[in-house]
């Protein structure tokens, strides 16, 4: 098993390096953020783990761009107690796991077995129509590269307009695919929420457009 590791405090980067190549892993150390993010980019490593404060870049931002860079490889982020970010960020960014420093070495190993069992998880693929871009594992929109807050059926209905982009959907389409196929209450329901999300999708390029007595479509410019 190959694990990165990016600490920037050499004692515990070589204790653990130290530790973990006992349990037969395979071990590479990286001392700042530049080194790591080059090195978690190349995909060749079954777990990493990230120190969140590091010179050059934080582990935050790496876990960032390896996700945009559709790098799956599972991160375990070590998070400071007193730290300014807490876990709920590592997990919103990427992270697969987090650790709290100072940590037993005995749990950080069972973690990392843990995560690689469970490999690199199937991400859903990022959607993109014209300015919009719509991450569905990490719950994040972004229009003409600003975050946008959705409700989460403001974002399923956008999830289901960016599948089907430039094709009409009529209500019952929409009711299908973001309601329950049961929903048997008034179907004007799809306007007001179509309503919403121009609402606040109002600074995009990309505009849901009504096509009178059919529905409604997503087109990108
Ligand atoms: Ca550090």
Not at 42 to 54: F, Q
């Amino acid at each position: 098993m190959r694990v990165l590791l990016v600490e920037d405090e050499t004692h515990l980067a070589d204790a653990v390096a130290r530790g973990l190549a006992a349990e037969s892993f395979r071990v590479e150390v990286a001392h700042d953020g530049q080194a790591g993010l080059a090195k978690a980019l190349t995909g060749d490593y079954d777990v990493v783990v990230l120190d969140i404060m590091l010179p050059g870049l934080s582990g935050y931002r790496i876990c960032q761009e390896m996700r945009r860079a559709k790098v799956w490889t599972p991160v375990l982020m070590l998070t400071a107690k007193d730290g300014e970010y807490d876990e709920a960020d590592a997990l919103d960014l990427g992270a697969d796991d987090y650790l709290t420093k100072p940590f037993s070495f005995v749990v950080l190993v069972a973690r990392l077995r843990s995560l690689v069992r469970r490999g690199a998880p199937a991400r859903p693929v990022v959607l993109e129509v014209g300015d919009l871009s719509l991450d569905p594992a990490r719950h994040h929109v972004t229009a003409g590269g600003d975050p946008v807050t959705l409700t989460p059926r403001e974002f399923s209905l956008l999830q289901h307009l960016m599948r089907h982009p430039a094709v009409v959907q009529s209500k019952r389409d929409i009711l299908d695919g973001v309601w329950d196929a049961h929903y048997d209450g008034d179907p004007n329901i799809v306007e007001v929420y179509v309503g919403y999300l121009r609402k606040k999708l109002s600074g995009a390029d990309t505009r849901i457009e009504t096509v009178r007595g059919v529905g409604y479509v997503l087109t990108g410019s």
